[in-house]
């Protein structure tokens, strides 16, 4: 178990600079997970961190102590790469091996530290197997394996359940919850995929760009998303934005004029920020919407797409003004493509960004 | 038709007869001259001076062999030899793997421009570069010995460059996971990437050794009459102008077929890699 402190890292590819004065600070044993598009830094991050990449400026500190000049294996971390990176000439064992052989450690504690890892990964009959005669699973297995035997003060995790079929990447993430949970470690991983970061993340760090845009738990990114990036890039389906104007502010929040939805109010913690007239963006979750097929009350939207998912339905519907908009209805809730249906906006689920993008403060005080 | 036949593997038809054919008349060819080779030196002396020429000798004998013995020191020239074609076999693993490495996976500076510097080496004939080499060799005081013989061709451009292309197809994240394991640099090289392209070393080590045991000129040049230090190629030549007067082919044949052996036996065991990494070369990297 380790700190872990990101003070102002930048890294520049000759002129694009692809990390933007990064700050962050990880406490012992927290589960922290970088999310963003491809493109977004996340890994670029993770390798200035592991000593694979080099920081064009900034201070990296694991445990207190600078690690800028050390090389990786002296920063006392293990990493899991989306490839397994397992040595195809090598067994299992000796995958495991390989780095407590290179610190010349004596053979018996070689033997007992790739035993207790094989336990706890519940490996021990593939051992004596090479990398070519493991499944997916079975090989991103050893290479946890092999990063559990070095007893790293922080592990890191580089989009390590990409390469596996739908069902396995759900077995392996409650895995990998698991082991954090059985080690208490220090964990850094990195997704594109963000229903593995609101299941494993203690916190959640949200990159776009190279910069940081926002980090907080999981519970809160989903309900204070801190601007309109965050807002769209967590939840799925994504949040649904309508483009609006502060028509009238009064105690306790503004009233905003759409093409839509005609007039919206919208309850904020503080008005201090806003002006009359000033462009903002209505923000709404599918759920935030209240949908009905027989009442007149409300917006009226024709269905484009539904999709049945069992315990709910997904509604795609187009407004008169041109606006599409995902909703989530009950399942009991009867539409088929082309027909008419009415929307109403829950105002208690009603996000609020100004003309910048950042989130006003919400009235509601749901976290997680 | 035919190219199909060959991707998909043997399917009978006239085409695929026609291939066979025509793959054993190429193969027949090719084979020939070391085939009536080792029957020449199992002939007679009087059967080898035959015309027109008897194919098969009638009492089949190793006198020839023995004789080889007589004239030249086999056993010293067969020792030089192997030296100078292990001990270059060995420099050019070393080199290439190395190079090719620090080509396929370092970024650096100009790294492009020295890689198609080396390459442009392996366009110069031979015997351009044969005075200058010759005259550097002497330079270091390494003329009239094997250390001359093998310190010029202990890199070789065509080795860096089929190293660099294999290497080049080794995932980075094997290297990086190395780095995180706390392997140094040469560790990396040698228990990662050498496995990793193991076949093409062995291609390249088939290469080196035959070439560097068939090797005429360089060390001719180099030796400068030095007879102890003659490989067996060199020892060869001594058997020609020894046959001059007793017309003896048997002689000649039997050294060349003794010469012959090692790199056969080695081309017999390392085929497969040979095969398979030649091929490989075209679409890796």
């Known amino acids: 178990m380790a700190t872990l402190q990101l003070e102002k890292i930048t890294k520049s590819f000759g002129p694009i600079e692809v990390i933007k004065a990064v700050d962050l600070e990880v406490t012992n044993g927290e589960f922290i997970v970088f999310v963003g598009p491809s493109g977004c ?53 000796q995958n495991m091996a390989f780095s407590l052989k290179l610190s010349r450690r004596p053979k018996a504690e070689i033997d007992a530290r790739i035993r207790d890892a094989a336990r706890i990964l519940e490996m021990e009959h593939l051992l004596d197997r090479r990398p070519h005669q493991l499944s997916g699973g079975q090989r991103q297995r050893v290479a946890i394996g092999r990063a559990i035997v070095r007893h790293p003060k922080v592990f890191l995790f580089d989009e390590p359940l990409s390469n596996l079929d739908a069902a396995l990447r759900v077995s392996m993430r409650r895995e990998i919850a698991r082991l954090h949970t059985d080690l208490q470690a220090t964990m850094i991983y990195v997704t594109h995929d963000q229903v593995e970061a609101m299941t494993l993340a203690d916190r959640i760090v949200v990159l776009e760009g190279g910069a940081v845009r926002q980090v907080g738990t999981p519970m809160e990114l989903y309900h204070h998303p801190a601007n309109l990036f965050v807002a769209g890039f967590i939840g799925s389906p994504r949040m649904n934005f309508v483009e609006g104007r502060i ?49 007149d009350v409300g917006t009226a939207a024709s269905v484009r797409l539904v999709e049945q998912l069992g315990d709910e339905t997904l509604i795609e519907a187009m407004t008169a003004g041109g606006q599409s908009l995902v909703v989530k209805a009950a399942p009991s809730l009867n539409v088929a493509v082309g027909e008419p249906i009415n929307l109403n906006m829950n105002p208690a689920e009603l996000h609020l960004f100004d003309e910048a993008g950042q989130a006003l403060p919400r009235a509601s005080a749901k976290t997680g | 038709m035919i190219g199909r036949s060959i991707l998909r593997g043997p399917r009978p038809g ?57 004239v030249i020191d086999a056993r010293r020239s067969f020792l030089n030899s192997f030296i100078i074609a292990t001990t270059t076999t060995a420099g050019i693993l070393i080199t290439s793997l190395m190079a090719g490495y620090a080509f396929a996976k370092y970024r650096f500076g100009g790294r492009d421009w020295l890689f198609a510097l080396v390459i442009a080496t392996m366009f110069l004939p031979p015997i351009v570069t044969l005075i200058p080499l010759y005259r550097l060799v002497t330079s270091m005081g390494f003329n009239a010995s094997l250390v001359g013989v093998i310190v010029p061709h ?30 140094s640099e040469l560790r990396i090289v040698l228990s990662v990437v050498a496995p990793a392209v193991a076949p093409a070393l062995a291609a390249l080590a088939l290469f080196a050794f035959v070439y560097h045991w068939n090797t005429y000129l360089w060390p001719l040049t180099v030796l400068q009459g030095n007879t102890d230090g003659y490989p067996i190629v060199l020892s060869l030549g001594r058997l020609l102008s020894y046959n001059r007067g007793a017309m003896n082919t048997g002689l000649v044949m039997a050294g060349a077929t003794l010469a012959v052996l090692p790199p056969l036996v080695l081309f017999v065991f390392l085929q497969r890699f040979f095969v398979d990494s030649i091929v490989g070369a075209g679409v890796k990297g």
């Open chain 2, 154 to 183: 202990l890199a070789n451009a065509f080795g860096i460059f089929l190293m660099r292309q294999f290497i080049a197809g080794v995932p980075d994240d094997l290297i990086d996971a190395a780095r995180v394991d706390g392997a």
């Open chain 1, 247 to 295: 028509a009238h502010i009064r105690k306790g929040g503004v009233t905003v004029s759409t093409i839509d939805f005609d007039t919206v109010d919208v309850p904020l913690a503080d008005t201090c920020c806003t002006r009359q007239g000033a462009a903002v963006t209505l923000g709404l979750r599918p759920e935030g919407f209240i949908v009905s097929a027989t009442s």
């Open chain 1, 41 to 93: 830094g996340k890994s670029t991050l993770l390798r200035m961190i592991a000593g694979l990449e080099e920081a064009t400026s900034g201070t990296i500190r694991i445990d207190g102590e600078i690690c800028n000049d050390k090389p990786p294996k002296e920063r006392g971390i293990a990493m899991v790469f989306q490839s397994y990176a397992l040595y195809p000439h090598k067994t299992a064992y």
């Open chain 2, 14 to 70: 006239e085409a695929g007869a026609f291939l066979l054919v025509v793959i054993i008349a190429v193969a027949v060819i090719a084979a020939f001259p070391l085939f009536w080779m080792v029957l020449s030196s199992l002939k007679t002396p009087a059967e080898s001076m035959q015309t027109p020429p008897v194919w098969f000798p009638s009492t089949p004998n190793l006198d020839a062999f023995s004789e080889v013995a007589e």
